[in-house]
């Protein structure tokens, strides 16, 4: 039941005197809901929410602040702080590595994230697989939640949320933040960085494989997906450049692409080795480092494709090209 309501300031702020899920002295298998000496569906819990667009100098979030004071004592409680729902299309799932700004893909088993991935420590990305439209979660004050991810079978959304768990005593607070960037895939990786206090000099290679047997490596994540449905698959992170050379020992990594075979490769040289030019990703070390990892070429004959890895075993079988460069690691 909504008790009151404000929206100056440029917030949204809410409380709401939460009902139970189910009535006064029901239960539902080993969850009880509602059990307790109450006369009234309303739970005495008042809820207070305060919401507003933008944060830490990002537009494109939803800041989301939530406080309630728990009025009872409970031997356990599952405070699902905030969830998202969306359309089923939001079917391409990644997760976001908060310390090394490292997006992975993230898999779905029978429409749940299952272990490591279920209720994991990783903000999770719900995206369009052509990563037009895309929303995540980030919860920036500890303690951490947990955050999960899922797609209900026969059902018309998916969704994600960040959960917490513990032993409420009475009379104590629980107050969260909750932070929610929204736009494309690009949009709301960006947005993360910031929020996290990423060192935005240094650049995540977003890399994709193709119908066409081509490895692409793009700074843009949302470049690669919308190519055409399926077309380009997303793989990870595959190393990080910097934005600018720290030293004369660094050098730029050139984005070609052999056109006539559909072969889009990373080149030390400007030229693209006689190939079509397409830009420049950053630049990584020309020599090793500590903290670095090499940047290995590999070449696949039968698929005319280049493959490039900082994982010596993906190029087991393939032409190996040498190192290209160091990379920061991680």
Known sequence: MLVSWDN??????????MKYWLPPGSTKGNCPKGAGPY????????????????????PNVLDY??????????????????????????SQW???????????????????????????????????????????????????GNYGAQTDTGSSYVKWNVVYTGVPVQGTTFDRQL????????????????LTGANLSLIPVFRFFGTWN????????????????????????A????????DGNMIPLYRCNDVRNTDHFVSKASNCEGKTYEGVYGYVSSIPRT??????????SSTTDHLITTNPNEGIGLINEGIIGYAPNP
Request: glycine content about 10%; aromatic content about 14%.
């Open 39 to 58: 006369s009234s569906p309303d739970s005495g819990l008042i809820f207070h929410k305060e919401v507003r667009f933008g944060y830490a100098g990002v």
């Open 94 to 144: 990644l997760t976001f590595d908060r310390t090394t700004s490292t997006v992975s893909k993230l898999a779905l088993t029978s429409g749940v994230c299952t272990t490591p991935c279920s209720y994991q420590n990783l903000p999770v990305i719900a995206a369009l697989p052509n990563g037009t439209s895309a929303m995540a979660i980030y919860a920036p004050v500890t303690p951490d």
């Open 179 to 194: 932070l929610v960037p929204f736009g494309n895939v690009d949009e709301v990786i960006n947005g993360l960085r910031v």
């Open 65 to 90: 602040h939530v406080t309630y004071n728990w009025n009872e004592s409970k031997g356990y409680a599952v405070m699902e702080a905030l969830t998202g729902y969306l359309k089923v299309g939001f």
């Open 214 to 237: 081509d490895h692409f490596l793009t700074l843009s994540y949302s470049e690669a997906a919308s190519v055409g449905s399926g077309a380009y698959n997303f793989e990870g992170t």
């Open 239 to 246: 190393f990080k450049v910097w934005a600018a050379p720290l």
């Open 291 to 300: 903290g670095y990892v090499p940047i290995m070429r590999y070449y696949k």
């Open 8 to 17: 100056s300031n440029g917030r949204l702020s809410t409380y709401t005197n």
